[in-house]
């Protein structure tokens, strides 16, 4: 038996496979030139579960550069000033010093960042050396700069290595020709503190409810490829017991009204938990108790939002759930993102979901001739093997 006689009828079957993927479209609103499509469940039980299928279109079924982002970045600063006040000037060896002390006692240390100072002196650059004394008698060196005021340019600040906690500073100058003066000398503690809010949204998905041997399972429909935050309990039974779930591990849950004073905690952290099944499972150990009466669920997730560009007069698509073995597109506007999120940024939502089927030819490349051969012997084999034992029964 030759591969060409068996094949054609069979690859003109095969040319052409159904591709089943969900669309959805994005309605542009807002004027500003970048846009942000925040990420729905539906979107998530469907598309594959690292969202590497998710594709933007534009009306001309071209792909629309996007990234995924899901957390803000915020900077916070904070600054605390502390005066210094001269308490000698003096020329020691050629070299000129300025001792300076802290204008007011402290309980604690006094933690400084950096040294500032003013000066009405100008066209001048000096090379300093910076000391620092817990009582004005004993002096350790901390580090050496240069302070200048040149043609308009001014360096008046004094950066330490790493924070310094003495109460007595002293300046030394190599000389001091020009006679500078400073008017005012200010100790600095400068804090700087990144914080990541995460997108948390919630929902409250349909659930089912099933008591049995002693256990109670709150079985969840909807949260397949979701990274789950927390699960709230809904209740008005009064009850203290261990619930688990995947990825969550067990912890004590209870809610109790004694002597009019309530005590609740009815929340399960999930820990970004991500579930691959259809169904979500929480369980209740009752014991001897009675199941408890579950009226209501609400789950919080971790939310994504996909980046764009988006102008007001065109029409965007949102496409996923074709593949589910691609890798995720990768788009140069992902290199500039912090730039982007910097500014302002259109908040979108998806329009309804469609489900659709999408025929599309087989590369010539992806046809494995061997795997529809050996598929095409086996049949035969199977049908002939069939045809002789049913003649053998007559």
Known sequence: MKKSSCLPALLSVLAILPLFAHNADIEITGENRYKSLRLIPAIYNTAHSKLADLLIKDRNSENVPYFINSSLQETNTGRETYLLILIDSYTKDNSFYFDYKLASQRSGDTVATSMEFTTRNTDFAKSVDVSGSHDGINWDFVQSDTLYSVEGKSKLAINFNRPQKFTHYRLRLGNNLEQIFFQSANLVYSTERNEETWFIESLNPNFTVESKDKKTKIIIDGLRNLRLCDLVIETDSMFIRNVSAPGAGKKELYNLSVNDTVYNDTTLPLGRHISKDETYTVTIDDADDRPVNIKGITVRYYADDLIFEGAADETYTLEFGA?????????????????????PVDRLSPGPIRYTEISEAIPESKINYNIIFNTVVIAVAFLLGLLIVLRLKK
């Open 323 to 343: 593949d589910n073995v691609k890798t995720a597109p990768v788009y140069d506007i992902g290199r500039y993102r912090n730039e982007i999120l910097k500014g």
